[in-house]
């Protein structure tokens, strides 16, 4: 269902910024603006030639703590007579709002200090656009405020995201999905690359699986799941990309 841009019926933001979110953002832009320069690899010890150790969140039990048992197939697709381009928005909008909830109850661990970049995987560093649309390397909990307040203030905006009844979105809707979704992408493969320990200590792990799994069924029933940033220079699955693999071996995602 990749063509889901045609009119969107209503949706209401949350109105409060997330935690932590800088009210301004000096010096940095908006990803959407320059479409496609906002993402990247950089490689990050790629001299090192010791053996990675194999991440929690891939080893048992964790790997199939869930709260969802079966597949995710019959949530993501949109009920009958549900308008799809409104089934994307409301999903958007659930995503975020969830995903913000996790990140709030990590943000202790997630900090200049513990995170110095936005790495999700072991040669793996999303880069952000500086003023002068150089890519350059933040701290994770400043890259995913940044995030987080630009999607806000996309929620936000009546003009990508219309509330009132009548007004539909704009031809660009599709482009703009695209580029939340892998946003909160990215901030998901941050968490379980950097922070799965933590999740693990906070009792959560079943909830933050269970929430991924829908993300990314919800990506590939709609054609908006890209895996390109998660790959080495060998072609190689990286982070969540080794996740999304394994949950495809047992079943959970469909393949």
């Keep these: 269902m990749s063509g889901f841009l045609n ?29 496609g320069l906002e993402f990247t690899q950089q490689p990050l010890n790629s001299s090192s030639s010791s053996p990675q150790q194999k991440p929690l969140y891939l080893c048992q039990p964790f790997v199939k703590a869930a709260l969802v048992k079966g597949s995710f197939k019959t949530i993501v697709a949109p009920p009958k007579y549900v308008d799809v381009n409104e089934w994307v928005a409301v999903n958007l909008f659930d995503f975020y709002h969830n995903l913000n909830h996790f990140y709030g109850a990590l943000t202790d661990f997630c900090t200049l200090q513990n995170c110095p970049t936005m790495s999700a995987g072991p040669t793996l560093n999303f880069l952000w656009p500086d003023q002068n649309q150089r890519l350059v390397s933040l ?7 940044f995030v987080m307040s630009w999607l806000q203030k996309l929620l936000d905006d009546e003009n990508v995201f219309p509330t009132k009844s009548g007004r539909d979105f704009p031809n660009s809707f599709a482009y703009t ?10 901030i998901f493969a941050h968490l379980y690359h950097q922070h799965f320990e933590q999740i693990l200590h ?10 991924f799994a829908h993300f ?3 990506g590939k029933e709609f054609d908006i799941l890209v895996m390109k940033d998660l790959m080495t220079n060998q072609g190689m699955g990286q982070g969540v990309a080794e996740l ?12």
């Design 139 to 145: 701290p994770a909990p400043t890259y995913i405020d």
């Design 216 to 218: 990314l069924a919800f």
């Design 177 to 186: 999905a695209k580029h939340i979704y892998k946003h909160l992408f990215r």
């Design 7 to 35: 009119s969107i019926g209503r949706l209401r933001a949350p109105k409060r910024s997330p935690s932590n979110t800088p009210t301004t953002q000096t010096g940095f832009f908006d990803p959407l603006p320059s479409p």
């Design 244 to 255: 999304s693999e394994k949950w495809r071996e047992m079943g959970i995602l469909e393949a």
């Design 202 to 211: 906070l009792s959560i792990e079943a909830h933050f699986n269970s929430l």
